[in-house]
């Protein structure tokens, strides 16, 4: 069965002895001993281990090209500093992306959006996160030129950017990521939840692990939707969110993700 013909809603039906669960590498394979986030070593690794989706945040350099990185700037990840948006691609790629995390990956380059989405094709789907920067238009028409819609969800923290993407696009996929903190989280009525999620036209709740509830599960499913959690690297963790049923984890360690799923299933 190929990797896009399923919405994140269907995947989870297709489990035996457990649902299936949406695997989900955090900026790729990028836990300690692994590969540098967002980077096409990290989505490799990611790929190798085995991954149904690659997460990873993307934005606009100042001759308009999409390339992934989490942060605005260059700073803290590698050798080079200066903001995305002020920067051309040639002066991205300038830059280390690979030496902090590890000497064995000095040279490794920021990728461009179709360099990720190049490597992962047939293989696995890109989780996009887009910042609040304004950048919704370009990205989605980058995908559309691409002819990547059915092989990319997008995701935002910010419901603007969300609606955004439905009017530029109603077949692309969505998620609304909700960041408050779990405590508070718990105190919104599931239903409050699911409203805040259908009122933006989003597939996809996608919340802090700490926040997720069988309670939260049932709502979103009663109406479709899908929950995916983040980030969950612990060995308990994963294995909770398995148990209560959520329909992807987002994870730094792909590798643990798989063993917690075999070892339930």
Known sequence: MDVNDETPRQERQRGDAVPHITRIAHRGASGKGLAPANTLAAFR????????????????????????????????????????????????????????????????????????????RGQAFALIEIK???????????IEEQDAVERVVLQSFHKEVVLEIGLLNPNLRKALLIGVPAIDIRH???????????????????????????????????????????????????????????????SNYPDRLNACIEGIA
């Open 45 to 120: 690794k990611a790929i190798e281990i085995g991954t149904d989706a690659v997460e990873m945040d993307v934005h606009l350099s100042r001759d308009g090209h999409v390339v992934v990185c989490h942060d605005a700037t260059l700073n803290r990840t590698t050798d080079r500093r200066g903001a995305i948006k002020d920067l051309t691609l040639s002066e991205i790629k300038q830059a280390d992306a690979g030496s902090r995390f590890d000497p064995a990956f000095a040279g490794e380059r920021i990728p461009t959006l179709k360099e990720a989405l190049d490597l992962i």
């Open 132 to 142: 609040p920067e304004d950048i919704t238009r370009e990205v989605v028409r980058f």
């Open 188 to 250: 919104i009525l599931a239903s409050r939840l699911v409203r805040r999620t259908t009122e933006v036209g989003a597939n996809i709740l996608a919340l802090s692990h700490n926040a997720a509830t069988p309670e939260l599960v049932r709502e979103l499913h009663r109406r479709d939707l899908a929950l995916y959690v983040w980030t969950v690297d612990e060995p308990d963790a994963l294995k909770h969110m398995i148990r209560i049923g959520v329909d992807g984890i987002i």
